[in-house]
């Protein structure tokens, strides 16, 4: 796939044609109707999930797909208890539009859901109103809610979605055996702003904190003239600080900025990260920040709501959340 122009990106050709999917369906209830966590010897990483009958059938189905769609291979799936992520890779055009695939493969899934929540025929003749000719009781569907479809172009972002799925009993795990770190913590105060908060609060009693802000002056100044003493020794210098002790605070917006954030990580270093997105009822840090969200080493705040339909974040808001690092860092 590397240096394919998938079809689906050009004008007039949108969601038909080749390209790569992350596809999740999930139980809206949230009951745990397709498995069961299982976490041998309370180890996270021993963590699997034992499927059921059900769950199984919607195996099944997503395996499926290449029936309807020979064009189509899904390339790893992962069942959880209440929901079920695969990727699919359309390798040739299709006939029909991927909105089609998605609304087949739901509608299968509907009616698996459908078989396994129906009633058989009621022995009181006088309760049977409304059944089939086949003396069942029609069954609301139990997957109401459309499937998520995320498409994939970046570079980097299949590996990173292999591993994230390939994680997410782990991860399930993580959160069931230390759920202090993963709870929302709500109306965290700090000077003068209320924020949401995930991970380890104690972090901001730290003795000392460092706010992580590359200037644009420096990036400049490497790009279009080849001087890049300022940023190489700024960046060295968060990674110093961190080595010393100091808890590094910021949003991490551009790529230096993620390039420490790397670092931090790799190092297993503490940090406070500034989100520009709330925290929904489900939420849970995204693989690169899980590990150290459950090590402790990290706390993620954010002063906004949560919009599932918020993408992107603006100017406004990276000027904002370079200000909280500040603020944060008593600067």
Same mark, same amino acid.
């Given at each position: 796939m590397e240096g394919n122009r998938w079809h689906w990106q050009e004008p007039g050709k949108a969601w038909k044609g080749m390209g790569i999917y992350h596809v999740t369906m999930t139980v809206p209830s949230r009951e745990p109707l397709l498995g069961r966590l299982i976490i041998p010897d309370d180890d996270p990483v021993k963590a699997y999930v034992e499927r059921t009958e059900f769950g199984n059938r919607i195996v099944d189905e997503v395996l499926g797909i290449h029936n309807y769609y020979p064009e189509t291979r899904v390339l790893q799936y992962s069942l959880m208890p209440d929901h079920i992520h695969f990727i699919l890779h359309v390798w040739r055009p299709m006939d029909k539009t991927f909105n089609s695939l998605i609304r087949g493969f739901w509608q299968g899934a509907k009616k698996i859901g459908r078989t396994h929540t129906i009633?058989?025929?009621?022995?009181?003749?006088?309760?049977?109103s409304g059944l089939t000719d086949k003396g069942w009781i029609? +069954? /609301?569907?139990i997957f109401t809610e459309r499937p998520f479809v995320r498409p994939m172009s970046r570079r980097g972002q299949l590996q990173t979605m292999y591993d994230y799925i390939r994680m997410?009993?782990?991860?399930?795990?993580?959160?069931k055996l230390k759920p202090g770190f993963f709870y929302v913590q709500e109306h965290v105060e700090i000077g003068g702003r209320m924020y949401q908060a995930v991970g380890n609060a104690k972090l901001l009693q730290a003795a000392r904190m460092e706010p992580v802000h590359v200037r644009s002056i420096w990036v400049k100044d490497a790009e279009e003239h080849g001087a890049d003493t300022a940023l190489r020794g700024y960046k060295n210098g968060c990674a110093q600080a961190a080595k010393e002790g100091a808890v590094m605070v910021s949003p991490f917006i551009s790529e230096h900025e993620k390039a420490v954030l790397e670092y931090l990580l790799h190092e297993k270093l503490?940090?406070?990260?500034? +989100? /520009?997105?709330?925290f929904g009822k489900y939420y849970k840090p995204s693989a690169g920040l899980f590990e150290a969200v459950a090590d402790g080493r990290m706390l993620i705040l954010s002063p906004w709501t949560y919009d599932p339909k918020k993408k992107g974040v603006t100017r406004a808001e990276c000027i904002e959340m370079n200000k909280m690092a500040e603020e944060i860092c008593g600067i």
């Open positions: 009633k058989p025929l009621l022995i009181n003749p006088e309760l049977n029609e +069954a /609301d569907p997410n009993p782990q991860r399930l795990a993580t959160k503490p940090i406070i990260y500034i +989100a /520009d997105n709330g």
